[in-house]
């Protein structure tokens, strides 16, 4: 081959620009056997490139592999009927969720109707008679709690008329 | 999709997923538990597969995203142990399942790579190892375009200095 092709096609190997077909030239020249010595330095690296190449797993690797397969093939097959268990089994779990979620709402609804039933509307008491008694012991209470503030509520008068009387003897 | 379908369709692309977490991972073991790891995921979602366009792009970037998860819990796991990190940097189990035997140049051009950032790392190995397009490399790691192009300038860079210097002292 043309030694200054070659000289070319080096020089846009370095740079990266040569193409697949280009560098299956350069692989074939310098495994040719006829390669000028100028290139003495470079040749080995385009033979390595061919050596590794070559570089493969042993023979035996279909065989295994292929059984391999095969073994994960039977297993699958077995476990078809597991997967179709599996699917119901997740379809029960979304069941299940879903009555406890209706059954929830429903006594959630309940609740809330008992709720709208306003207090101050419903009777406590059947006979009138009663009725009044308890309202006025609730008043009786109400009032005599009242009372002892008010007590207590004097005590605070007498400090202001003291007070009132102190600023006026001061001004005089 | 039929196991017939898986058969042709995904399984042959298990040599480029391997590679790609191997890169990643630096550990064979690990990267071929990712790669079963990959294929029984793309087996449970082969319903969705059908609409997808680029199936292998999509097969690598389920391959980077766990493989990125798996260095992740890996970090955590093992935040002091400078035994293990030694692993990863050190060479010897560079390629477990080699045809060829490298030299030392070869060896040390992938020790070279291996020490790249992770990105630019991953795009060498999708560009110059797997021959992805541009666009392919964008989808698997999840960047643009231009992000693709820049890193990858910076990784071809890297790699032309270091080149250089394995050249120039003699280590070749």
């Given at each position: 081959?043309?030694?200054?092709?070659?000289?070319?096609?080096?020089?846009?190997?370095?740079?990266?620009?040569?193409?697949?077909?280009?560098?299956?030239?350069?692989?074939?020249?310098?495994?040719?056997?006829?390669?000028?010595?100028?290139?003495?330095?470079?040749?080995?690296?385009?033979?390595?490139?061919?050596?590794?190449?070559?570089?493969?797993?042993?023979?035996?690797?279909?065989?295994?592999?292929?059984?391999?397969?095969?073994?994960?093939?039977?297993?699958?097959?077995?476990?078809?009927?597991?997967?179709?268990?599996?699917?119901?089994?997740?379809?029960?779990?979304?069941?299940?969720?879903?009555?406890?979620?209706?059954?929830?709402?429903?006594?959630?609804?309940?609740?809330?109707?008992?709720?709208?039933?306003?207090?101050?509307?419903?009777?406590?008491?059947?006979?009138?008679?009663?009725?009044?008694?308890?309202?006025?012991?609730?008043?009786?209470?109400?009032?005599?709690?009242?009372?002892?503030?008010?007590?207590?509520?004097?005590?605070?008068?007498?400090?202001?008329?003291?007070?009132?009387?102190?600023?006026?003897?001061?001004?005089? | 999709?039929?196991?017939?379908?898986?058969?042709?369709?995904?399984?042959?692309v298990?040599d480029k997923l391997?590679r790609f977490?191997?890169?990643?991972?630096?550990?064979?073991?690990?990267?071929?538990?990712?790669?079963?790891?990959?294929?029984?995921?793309?087996?449970?979602?082969?319903?969705?597969?059908?609409?997808?366009?680029?199936?292998?792009?999509?097969?690598m970037?389920?391959?980077?995203?766990?493989?990125?998860?798996?260095?992740?819990?890996?970090?955590?796991?093992?935040?002091?142990?400078?035994?293990?990190?030694?692993?990863?940097?050190?060479?010897?189990?560079?390629?477990?399942?080699?045809?060829?035997?490298?030299?030392?140049?070869?060896?040390?051009?992938?020790?070279?790579?291996?020490?790249?950032?992770?990105?630019?790392?991953?795009?060498?190995?999708?560009?110059?190892?797997e021959?992805?397009?541009?666009?392919?490399?964008?989808?698997?790691?999840?960047?643009?375009?231009?992000?693709?192009?820049?890193?990858?300038?910076?990784?071809?860079?890297?790699?032309?200095?270091?080149?250089?210097?394995?050249?120039?002292?003699?280590?070749?």
């Amino acid at each position: 081959m043309d030694s200054s092709r070659i000289d070319k096609l080096l020089e846009k190997y370095w740079e990266g620009e040569t193409s697949l077909e280009e560098e299956k030239e350069l692989k074939d020249y310098f495994a040719s056997g006829e390669v000028e010595a100028r290139f003495n330095s470079v040749a080995p690296l385009f033979n390595y490139y061919k050596e590794e190449a070559n570089v493969g797993l042993d023979t035996f690797f279909d065989e295994r592999m292929i059984a391999k397969l095969e073994k994960t093939e039977t297993k699958r097959k077995v476990q078809k009927p597991g997967r179709m268990v599996e699917l119901f089994s997740n379809i029960a779990k979304v069941a299940a969720v879903g009555l406890i979620v209706i059954v929830a709402g429903y006594f959630i609804r309940q609740e809330m109707k008992k709720d709208e039933i306003k207090p101050y509307l419903t009777d406590t008491f059947d006979d009138p008679q009663k009725a009044f008694e308890e309202t006025k012991k609730a008043l009786e209470l109400i009032s005599r709690n009242f009372n002892k503030g008010r007590k207590e509520a004097k005590k605070i008068t007498t400090f202001n008329e003291a007070q009132e009387k102190v600023k006026s003897e001061n001004q005089l | 999709m039929s196991l017939e379908a898986f058969k042709t369709r995904v399984l042959p692309v298990k040599d480029k997923l391997y590679r790609f977490a191997f890169k990643m991972l630096g550990d064979s073991e690990e990267a071929h538990d990712t790669v079963q790891e990959v294929m029984i995921k793309v087996w449970n979602k082969r319903d969705e597969m059908a609409q997808l366009e680029n199936m292998e792009a999509w097969c690598m970037r389920i391959t980077r995203n766990l493989s990125l998860d798996k260095l992740k819990s890996k970090k955590r796991k093992l935040t002091d142990s400078l035994e293990d990190s030694f692993e990863i940097s050190q060479g010897e189990d560079l390629t477990p399942y080699r045809t060829v035997e490298m030299d030392d140049t070869m060896k040390n051009i992938g020790l070279m790579i291996a020490a790249l950032p992770a990105k630019q790392k991953q795009i060498i190995q999708l560009r110059d190892v797997e021959g992805y397009s541009y666009k392919e490399i964008g989808d698997i790691m999840e960047i643009d375009m231009s992000q693709v192009k820049v890193n990858l300038f910076r990784a071809r860079q890297a790699v032309k200095e270091s080149i250089l210097n394995i050249n120039s002292y003699g280590l070749q």
